[in-house]
């Protein structure tokens, strides 16, 4: 397509590059756009008309006259030559000019004869195709038209220029009401989020404080179970306060034991990232089942290990998760004489807080703990 006379100062791959970035390939016609070429038809009394933009493999035309079509093959393009040329392209008779004599324009319909194509250049100098009129008979342009299909050309440009910076600014004022809405969103996020962390934080003040004795247990209790909550809230502010994965979750947990020799816990399930308000009260849940396992369960001595089981189901159109810890290897198992705070969290908090079905199993071989609780597919933001 070079023309090696002229030794153009862009490449091809930069004048692609700069057509696209007008964004007006194949977009729908538009009256300016029409507006020139019939002004450009009656300046120079030509019964046909384009505006043609080349790209790699075609002539596109974004208006058009006379022709009824919207592209061409470029081996048919005219415009491809009289884009590569200084200033105005004029030939009298296409017949007689070797370079389009076989084009199957001028040899079939519409059998073209004449031509004149003003290059429509960008300020950078860099050619995008060009705006021209064609007839049906041999003839020349008087010096008053090829003016004026030169001035309609710059017309053609002006509104491209226009047109791209109208679409320039349109998209930062869109990229600009996304992220005032991603802000505003993650405000009422962070809100709901705050909300609910103060309120479970003053539970487990409450709770953890009527489960112990003295003040260095509640102090150590309350300072575990704050750093679980606060290691639950690192994997959800990673997503943008909308979901953690569960595998992390438990990891959190039992991360401590993950060095052992002899393996003290196994992670069985799929890929499951939960929404805030379920991931929330789980990895509290995980907590408490891991301190529990630490001090009296499987985790208490060298040979017992821990299995976290997960799967999901989908049930009358809603997916459920199913959760199971299970211990083995540990001592044995007795029902605790008195309900302390974990023991209320599984059996009483999880029901109320995820609409959950937990039981709890002291099998003398080993605690094992079920829930069945409903996914939370979308965050519960509130709507103020």
């Not at 509104?159 to 004022?173: P, W, Y």
């Not at 996304?178 to 487990?204: D, G, S, Y």
């Not at 909550?229 to 997503?239: I, K, P, Y």
């Amino acid at each position: 397509m070079l023309n090696d006379k002229l030794h153009p100062s862009w490449t091809e791959s930069d004048r692609l590059a700069t057509l696209r970035s007008y964004r007006v390939l194949d977009t729908p016609p538009e009256p300016a756009f029409d507006d020139l070429v019939q002004l450009a038809t009656r300046a120079c009394q030509a019964p046909i008309a384009l505006i043609s933009l080349i790209d790699e493999r075609r002539q596109w035309f974004k208006a058009e006259v006379g022709l009824g079509v919207r592209e061409t093959p470029l081996d048919r393009s005219i415009c491809l030559s009289a884009m590569l040329q200084p200033g105005l392209t004029i030939v009298s008779d296409l017949s007689e000019d070797p370079r389009f004599a076989r084009n199957p324009l001028v040899t079939e319909e519409p059998h073209l004869r004449f031509y004149a194509g003003a290059v429509l250049r960008t300020p950078d100098g860099v050619p995008l195709g060009a705006l021209c009129v064609l007839d049906h008979g041999p003839r020349d342009l008087t010096e008053e038209q090829a003016s004026t299909l030169t001035l309609l050309a710059r017309q053609v440009m002006s509104h491209l220029g226009l047109r791209r910076a109208v679409a320039e600014r349109d998209e930062k004022l869109d990229a600009s009401h996304r992220i005032e809405q991603r802000q505003a969103l993650l405000v009422r996020e962070l809100h709901h989020r705050v909300k609910n962390t103060l309120a479970t934080v003053q539970a487990l003040v409450g709770a953890t404080g009527r489960s112990t004795d003295s003040f260095d247990e509640f102090y150590r209790s309350f300072s575990n179970r704050i750093t679980s909550l606060a290691r639950t809230h690192n994997l959800l502010t990673e997503d943008y306060w909308q979901t953690a994965p569960l595998r992390e979750i438990a990891l959190n947990e039992l991360k401590p034991f993950a060095e052992s020799r002899q393996p003290r816990f196994m992670l069985i399930g799929p890929p499951i990232e939960l929404s805030a308000d379920l991931a929330v009260p789980v990895g509290m849940a995980l907590h408490e089942l891991t301190t529990n396992a630490v001090q009296y369960g499987a985790l208490s001595v060298p040979t017992g290990y821990v299995q976290v089981r997960w799967s999901v189901a989908e049930i009358e159109g809603a997916r459920r998760l199913h959760l199971e810890w299970s211990e083995f290897g540990g001592p044995p198992v007795s029902k605790p004489q008195h309900q302390g705070f974990g023991s209320t969290l599984l059996q009483r908090v999880l029901p109320m807080q995820c609409n959950a079905e937990v039981s709890v199993n002291y099998d003398r071989a080993g605690l094992r703990f079920c829930m069945d609780a409903p996914m939370i597919e979308q965050r519960l933001v509130p709507a103020y």
